[in-house]
């Protein structure tokens, strides 16, 4: 009687401590520490996963629903975890279709079979001519954010982006403003655009001000966002891009951090520091991540765009080192990372095919071989509780 007595009580003791344990947990704390309790719940959920699993992703374009994530459902028969979209711009122009990749929301999701050449599966070096959509961009983000809402109360995580034209031509542009390639802003200019109370500061403002509105709709329905605005900083190609040291893309990446944080008091945002993958391709560049960095201060996520397969150990090293322990992710990728890459590349937190892409450049076998692998998460594999609580299905 005396034995199961004292069982009793050291099993007790036990529980007790492995509860003291969990609920003890060291998490890193975000970067805006007024962040709600779903997005904080978001948060440490990452930190969670870091290293055990990867969760699964696809991003589709603005105004045209959940394209790509069903057709991956309907390839694999599995849900991806995270639904990815943009803000985007309307496009103008006599060559639209060379920024269909951009996504901009008056051009139709691209069908594959007009990329092919007749009697061949060739992708075509150029995409087709097509019609505009008769669409305005305000339209293409309400009808985003319906999808947005739906995809939230199904259980899948949230992530944003902006492919936004230079600040003075508001919300539609010739593709060249935002593929600027090496018309980006002078010197001048990008302290002008940084600098409070110039007037291209204030044009910011103005495209700033109607995104924080739609990200404001989203706080105001309890809605997380994994937020990585001006990604791809280290290339070479966007206006924001390649923007180096302590005057350069750090000063607006902190301005825009202020801004939505400060005035417009969002507190849904999980800021998604996103470079591209370093790489010395001429002409298609980009350059090493510190270069670009903002500091911990200001970025909750680190993250890494990885195109051409190009799962090089160094760029998923090199985030963690410069990240401090932060999590790290995969914004945007063009095939799918391996479940071999995935074992050698433990940290990356997520992962989101870039719409279109993973379709045209991939096999069905490897996405479907991906999409059930063991380290991977699908949206059947985790669970939300009431109190917005993500955990791991056992």
């Not at 739906?150 to 542009?173: A, F, R, S, V």
């Not at 090089?312 to 391996?338: C, F, R, T, W």
């Not at 050698?344 to 719409?355: A, I, K, L, R, V």
């Not at 450049?361 to 009431?386: C, G, V, W």
Request: glycine share 8%; proline share 6%; net charge negative.
């Amino acid at each position: 009687m005396k034995t199961d007595i004292r069982f009793f009580i050291l099993m007790i003791l036990f529980l007790g401590i492995m509860g003291c344990k969990q609920s003890n947990k060291k998490y890193i704390e975000p970067a805006n520490p007024n962040i709600t309790q779903e997005t904080r719940n978001l948060y440490y959920f990452l930190q969670d996963i870091q290293g055990k699993y990867t969760l699964s992703g696809m991003h589709n374009f603005v105004g045209k629903g959940s394209a790509y994530t069903d057709q991956l459902e309907e390839l694999t028969g599995l849900k991806a975890v995270v639904w990815g979209s943009d803000f985007s711009f309307c496009v103008e122009g006599e060559n639209p279709m060379r920024y269909q990749h951009c996504g901009p929301a008056n051009l139709p999701a691209i069908d594959m079979e007009s990329y092919r050449k007749p009697q061949d599966s060739t992708l075509r070096i150029q995409p087709p001519q097509v019609e505009y959509l008769d669409i305005t961009l305000a339209e293409a983000r309400d009808s985003t954010l319906k999808v947005i809402k739906e995809k939230h109360k199904q259980g899948h995580i949230i992530t944003l982006m902006w492919h936004g034209c230079y600040p003075t031509e508001g919300d539609c542009c010739d593709g060249t403003s935002i593929w600027a390639m090496e018309n980006r802003p002078s010197p001048e200019e990008w302290d002008n655009l940084v600098t409070e109370g110039t007037e291209l500061n204030h044009a910011w403002k103005e495209g700033a001000d109607k995104i924080a509105g739609y990200l404001k709709q989203l706080q105001d329905a309890g809605i997380p966002v994994l937020w990585r605005p001006y990604h791809e900083m280290n290339g070479v190609w966007f206006w924001w891009c390649n923007q180096q040291g302590e005057q350069g893309f750090k000063r607006l990446w902190i301005m825009m951090f202020d801004y939505f944080t400060h005035h417009h008091k969002l507190n849904n945002l999980i800021w998604v520091w996103n470079t591209n993958a370093p790489r010395d391709i001429p002409g298609d560049e980009a350059w090493d991540y510190d270069l670009f960095y903002p500091g911990t201060d200001y970025v909750d996520v680190l993250a890494a765009d990885v195109y051409r397969n190009d799962y090089k150990q160094s760029h998923h090293d090199d985030l963690i080192a410069l990240g401090e322990g932060k999590p790290i992710a995969l914004g945007e990728v063009g095939n799918m990372p391996s479940p071999e890459i995935l074992t050698d590349q433990p940290q990356w937190t997520w992962f989101m095919p870039w719409g279109w892409i993973l379709f045209a450049f991939s096999q069905p076998e490897d996405i479907k071989e991906i999409m059930h692998a063991e380290k991977l998460l699908t949206l059947n594999e985790i669970d939300r509780d009431k109190n917005g609580k993500y955990s791991v299905k056992d």
